[in-house]
């Protein structure tokens, strides 16, 4: 595969998470709690990873590996959590703004720990994304805003821990099948959620199979689908440039908010929509320039 390719693959994988906020947003509105699900996405999510893992070349792992692999998972799992709970006191435009603070968290982790200095394109991605941000959210352009300190937390929380998922996924098992890794990161967040999340909504046939379809296509895209894409895409072409790619989610919610929940989104919105595309492709400039892949080296 070229680089752009390897980008390409991430940049669908923060169109995954751009999906999420609506159908969780259906989900709530027909009635099911935030333990149905969040403990539905995980359940049928990892089961969806390991079927396919089993229709795949089958790769010896040391179980010393395989249950660290399961315990960088927890970050995976923490960020539904945190997000879905953003979801219950702020509106979905809210919410995402405080996830979507991992474009400047990611550069910044990789500046202070990995001693990589981000150069003045990256900066100005970052700077275009913020404002094109700003204005999707549509925070411009009404005036009903509700902001808690409940949900401000719980949404600062979701990028953090979103971030040190984008991390995990380039910087270990490296040389692991990346349907694998993806299963057994999924694992992890999986266990993490049940315990959080007991999943008593099991015993409950009718809530089972009424929340059944919103856990299959949030498993789909929010837990088999983005570990997989990031676990291709983001040793290839790093975890700074990786964040920047998955600005991808917003946009993506945006839009879907608009076709699917049927919710007003206003000129100003659409051009944020625009500007955040523009920091995407600002962010890109330095791959276009590149004729090989180059590896993350981190350890």
């Known amino acids: 595969m070229k680089t752009w390719h390897y980008a390409l693959i991430v940049f669908l994988g923060g169109c995954c998470y751009g ?3 609506t159908f969780v947003k259906l989900a709530y509105a027909t009635g099911y709690s ?3 699900v969040t403990g539905s996405q995980y359940i049928l999510g990892a089961l969806l990873i390991w079927l396919l893992f089993l229709f795949t070349k089958k790769q010896k792992l040391r179980f010393n590996k395989a249950w660290k692999l399961m315990l960088f998972g927890i970050p995976f799992g923490m960020t539904g959590i945190f997000y879905y709970q953003a979801l219950q006191t702020l509106d979905a435009s809210l919410a995402i703004i405080f996830l979507f603070q991992f474009v400047w968290i990611g550069t910044l982790i990789e500046w202070l720990f990995y001693k990589k200095k981000p150069t003045a ?3 100005l991605a970052i700077g275009v994304l913020i404002i094109g941000s700003i204005l999707a959210a549509g925070l411009l352009s009404t005036g ?8 401000t937390i719980w949404g600062i929380l979701s990028a953090i821990t979103f971030t040190s998922s984008i991390f995990i996924s380039g910087a270990v098992g490296k040389d692991i099948q990346p349907i694998l ?3 057994l990161l999924s694992t992890g967040a999986l266990i993490v959620v049940l315990i959080v ?3 008593i909504f099991l015993f409950d046939i009718h809530v089972l199979m009424g929340v059944a ?3 299959f296509l949030l498993g789909l895209l929010g837990v088999a689908l983005p570990p997989l894409l990031f676990s291709i895409g983001m040793p290839k072409i790093g975890p700074g440039l990786g964040t920047i790619l998955s600005a991808s989610e917003l946009p993506v919610a945006v839009i879907m908010s608009a076709l699917i929940l049927n919710e007003f989104v206003s000129y100003s919105q ?9 920091g995407i492709m600002i962010g890109n400039v330095k791959l276009k320039r590149k004729t090989n892949t180059i590896p993350m080296q981190y350890n």
Do not use: H, N, Q, R
């Not at 805003?145 to 949900?151: I, N, S, V």
């Not at 659409?270 to 523009?278: A, K, S, T, Y």
């Open 121 to 123: 394109t990256k900066l």
């Open 213 to 215: 379809p919103y856990g």
């Open 197 to 199: 999340y007991p999943p």
């Open 144 to 151: 009903d805003t509700t902001l808690t300190m409940e949900g």
């Open 270 to 278: 659409w051009f944020g929509v625009v500007i955040i595309l523009c």
């Open 19 to 21: 999906l999420l906020s």
């Open 181 to 183: 890794k993806s299963a």
């Open 34 to 36: 935030v333990t149905e």
